[in-house]
Structure formats: structure tokens, C-alpha cells
T-cell receptor, first 115, second 111 residues
Framework: KAGVTQTPRYLIKTRGQQVTLSCSPI?????VSWYQQTPGQGLQFLFE???????NKGNFPGRFSGRQFSNSRSEMNVSTLELGDSALYLC??????????????FGQGTRLTVV | GENVEQHPSTLSVQEGDSAVIKCTYS??????FPWYKQELGKGPQLIID?????GEKKDQRIAVTLNKTAKHFSLHITETQPEDSAVYFC??????????FGAGTRLFVKA
């Protein structure tokens, strides 16, 4: 069974640009969550999607957005990039239906560097 | 409040010794407690989890214990090996489909 796939693995962008990251969950998983990982802040929850609906959002500015497609693949977008957006962006998928008590499997992440 | 405190932030042990990492959570409704291992350049990998209806779970050299009254759960690694060196995270899902993570413990196993 293929794992969670995130593309691209590495990305370098300039301040002010926008970026789109992609996540393909494990086959059959309908829940996709996104996290930002930085050395200073650890793993911070961005948002969670299930069946194309955002069910929760973390404390990030509106520049961070996401969506999920009918095949459960998800994208997240960051507009007007700032230096502080440099981080490892991780996606996790689970079969989560009614609750959060199911195993989550992470992708390798996308390393975003803003210069 | 939404909070998971993890200690210690760094742990250095001799190969063969045991390592213990502890997390304390605040949401009394939490009922699922996973532990993740993250190696350099990789995403976190689930290594063991426990649900609130049990107090302990073992899988070979790793075990997790849960004390719901005190709201803490711990990861125990016995007979540590150099390949156990990594960053370990505890986590707990909250109501509303959101999972919060501890700050992480960097484990060094010295050969």
C-alpha cells in the first residue's frame, strides 16, 4: 500500500510570491491534515479536511488556505510569502470518520524556504 | 485549554539503557494517545499508540503507559540502540478533528 505522498519535496520561493503544496493520502483515507514544523514552534496544526470539507483550522493567518478534492487529494496554498513561512510542511492522512481517534500517517513533507 | 507538555526536551542515554519520555495533557476528553518518531529528513512515523480504556501497551522494546487521572502518558524504550536516536513526539487529538503535538524530545543513544 503506497504511503502519503507530498510534492514537491523542496521549494525555494521569494518573499511576496505564493506557493501551492500537494498531498496524496493513502488510498481509502478521506481525512487529510496539514502541519507546519519549525525548530522554534514544533508541529503546528494548520487545517483538516474530510470529504472536501474543512472541519477545523489552526491559528494561522488567512494567507494560509487549503482544499480537498473528490479523490481526497489535498492542496495547501500560502500567498504573499514571508520569511517566517520557511518551514517543513507535513501532511497526514487517516481513515478518520466521526472522531479523531484513528492512526495518522505522515508524508515526508515539503521543505519550503522563503528568501 | 489545548496543551500537551512533553519532557525532557533532550535525553542522552548509553546504548542498552532505558529511556522514558513523559507527556501531560489538559483536555480530559482526550482518549487516544499516539507517539511518533521522526528521523532526520523524514516525516513523523507512528510507533505506538494507546487508547483510554487500557493503562499500558507494549510492542517489543517500546511501551506506553497512561494515567488518565493524572492526565499523563509516557513512552518507555528498553535496551536502547543507536538507531533509536531520533526526535519523539507525543500527541493527542482534540474534539473538532484537531491533533496537537508535544514539543518533541531529542533522544541520543550513545554507542
Amino acid at each position: 500500500k503506497a504511503g502519503v505522498t507530498q510534492t514537491p519535496r523542496y521549494l525555494i520561493k521569494t518573499r511576496g510570491q505564493q506557493v501551492t503544496l500537494s498531498c496524496s493520502p493513502i488510498s481509502g483515507h478521506r481525512s487529510v491534515s496539514w502541519y507546519q514544523q519549525t525548530p522554534g514552534q514544533g508541529l503546528q496544526f494548520l487545517f483538516e479536511y474530510f470529504s472536501e470539507t474543512q472541519r477545523n483550522k489552526g491559528n494561522f493567518p488567512g494567507r494560509f488556505s487549503g482544499r480537498q478534492f473528490s479523490n481526497s487529494r489535498s492542496e495547501m496554498n500560502v500567498s504573499t510569502l514571508e520569511l517566517g513561512d520557511s518551514a517543513l510542511y507535513l501532511c497526514a492522512s487517516s481513515s478518520n470518520r466521526g472522531g479523531a481517534e484513528t492512526e495518522a500517517f505522515f508524508g515526508q513533507g515539503t521543505r519550503l524556504t522563503v528568501v | 485549554g489545548e496543551n500537551v507538555e512533553q519532557h525532557p526536551s533532550t535525553l542522552s542515554v548509553q546504548e542498552g539503557d532505558s529511556a522514558v519520555i513523559k507527556c501531560t495533557y489538559s483536555d480530559s476528553a482526550s482518549n487516544y494517545f499516539p507517539w511518533y518518531k521522526q528521523e532526520l529528513g523524514k516525516g513523523p512515523q507512528l510507533i505506538i499508540d494507546i487508547r483510554s480504556n487500557v493503562g499500558e501497551k507494549k510492542d517489543q522494546r517500546i511501551a506506553v503507559t497512561l494515567n488518565k487521572t493524572a492526565k499523563h502518558f509516557s513512552l518507555h524504550i528498553t535496551e536502547t540502540q543507536p538507531e533509536d536516536s531520533a526526535v519523539y513526539f507525543c500527541a493527542t487529538p482534540l474534539r473538532g478533528f484537531k491533533t496537537i503535538f508535544g514539543a518533541g524530545t531529542r533522544l541520543f543513544v550513545k554507542a
